[in-house]
Every structure is written in structure tokens, then in C-alpha cells.
């Protein structure tokens, strides 16, 4: 079983959708919690950490479960721009990457 | 202030040479990490250096592959009698620490380095 997993999609949305990711970990252990960002041929980028609280940046907000052992990224108002592959990333000993979602906004 | 750097940021070699891929982490960031990534896949975790610790190198694929971190900074990996399959993106990332605290453990990546074994 793979440590992170996450739906490799790709997600088809218009501009101005609410679209949402889902990402589960195997290991309960695990500390921290991030999304990070990759467009096409670039490197990853952070994102945005990921608090048990759940947290929010602009349009961008993620939520933390620890008890289902999943994290999600909700995507507000969608843009062109935000067409990209995600990263669901957890950091128990080491870090673990998701294989990512993919998105793409369409006008 | 500077980014991670990577060099070279493409390498074509011939299957069976040996190759040499270069790291700059950010100043004054402790942690530095090697991954891979094939064309449409997830990263894989290779190997991960922090401070004067001994180096994780759990997801080194086999013998043929190796790292080092001279004087905490710089980073090569090596890939020695390289094969097809070898064939990736190598990205190179540092964080501050790895400890605990989010903020900290940031990583930032370098461009990578596209390997391609004919």
C-alpha cells in the first residue's frame, strides 16, 4: 500500500467552479501535511501547509482528519491559472508525495 | 536570495556511463533531499541528508546509485553504469530543518535535471 494516495484524475472544471481533492496516508504517525503545487515540466512549489485546525489562504482551504487519516483542498473560484497538478505531501520519518491530481480549469 | 540550483539541467548519456548530478541547496538550509520523477509519475523519495546525521538513503533503487553532501552545502548524486530505466527528472529540494514545525519544514525544489539513457 502506498503511504499517500491520491486520485490521479484529471479534474475537468469550468472557470468560477469550487472543486475539491481528497488525500488519504497510511501512517498515523505522521506529522505534518502539505499541498503542494507542480505545473507541467516544473518543478513543485508549496502550496499551502496543512493545520489540524484546517486552514484557509484566499480561495484555497485545507482540512486535516486525522482520525480518517485523509487531508483535503478545496479550490474556490477557480482560474485558468490554477490548472496544475497537486500534491498531496505527509512527513512522518521522511516526506511522502502523492502522485498528484491533476486539474484543469477551462474557460 | 538564490534558489536551489541543479546542474546540468539536461543530461543524455549513453547506457552503461556513469553520471553526476549537482545540488546547491539554499544557505543555511540543513536538510536537503533527492527525488525522482518519471514523465507523468508521482516523486519518488531517493535519499535525504540533514546536518551531520547520517544520511537516509532508504529509497536509493540500488548499488548503482549514490549521494553525497560535502561540508553540509552541496549535493552530487551519482549514478554509476546507468541504464534505461534510470531515465527521469532528478529534482533536488532543502528545507531549513526537518524538524516538526510546518513553516520549517518547507522544501524548496531545484529545476532538476532531465537524465536521458539511450
Known amino acids: 500500500r502506498k503511504e499517500v494516495e491520491q486520485d490521479p484524475g484529471p479534474f475537468n472544471v469550468p472557470e468560477g467552479a469550487t472543486v475539491a481533492f481528497n488525500c488519504t496516508y497510511s501512517?498515523?504517525?505522521?506529522?505534518?501535511f502539505f499541498w503542494y503545487r507542480q505545473d507541467c515540466r516544473k518543478e513543485p512549489k508549496l502550496l499551502m501547509s496543512?493545520?489540524?485546525s484546517g486552514n484557509e489562504d484566499g480561495r484555497f482551504t485545507a482540512q486535516l482528519n486525522r482520525a480518517s487519516q485523509y487531508i483535503s483542498l478545496l479550490i474556490r473560484d477557480s482560474k485558468l491559472s490554477d490548472s496544475a497538478t497537486y500534491l498531496c505531501v505527509v512527513k512522518g520519518s521522511k516526506f511522502y508525495f502523492g502522485s498528484g491530481t491533476k486539474l484543469n480549469v477551462k474557460p | 536570495g538564490a534558489g536551489v540550483s541543479q546542474s546540468p539541467s539536461n543530461k543524455v548519456t549513453e547506457k552503461g556511463k556513469d553520471v553526476e548530478l549537482r545540488c546547491d541547496p539554499i544557505?543555511?538550509?540543513?536538510?536537503l533531499y533527492w527525488y525522482r520523477q518519471s514523465l507523468g509519475q508521482g516523486l519518488e523519495f531517493l535519499i535525504y541528508f540533514q546536518g551531520n546525521s547520517a544520511p537516509d538513503k532508504s529509497g536509493l533503487p540500488s548499488d548503482r546509485f549514490s549521494a553525497e553532501r560535502t561540508g553540509g552545502s552541496v549535493s552530487t548524486l551519482t549514478i554509476q553504469r546507468t541504464q534505461q530505466e534510470d531515465s527521469a527528472v532528478y529534482l533536488c529540494?532543502?528545507?531549513?530543518?526537518?524538524?516538526?514545525?510546518?513553516?520549517?519544514?518547507?522544501?524548496?525544489f531545484g529545476p532538476g535535471t532531465r537524465l536521458t539513457v539511450l
Open positions: 496543512v493545520y489540524s
Open positions: 529540494a532543502s528545507s531549513l530543518i526537518a524538524g516538526t514545525s510546518g513553516s520549517y519544514n518547507e522544501q524548496f
Open positions: 501512517n498515523s504517525a505522521s506529522q505534518s
Open positions: 544557505s543555511g538550509h540543513t536538510a
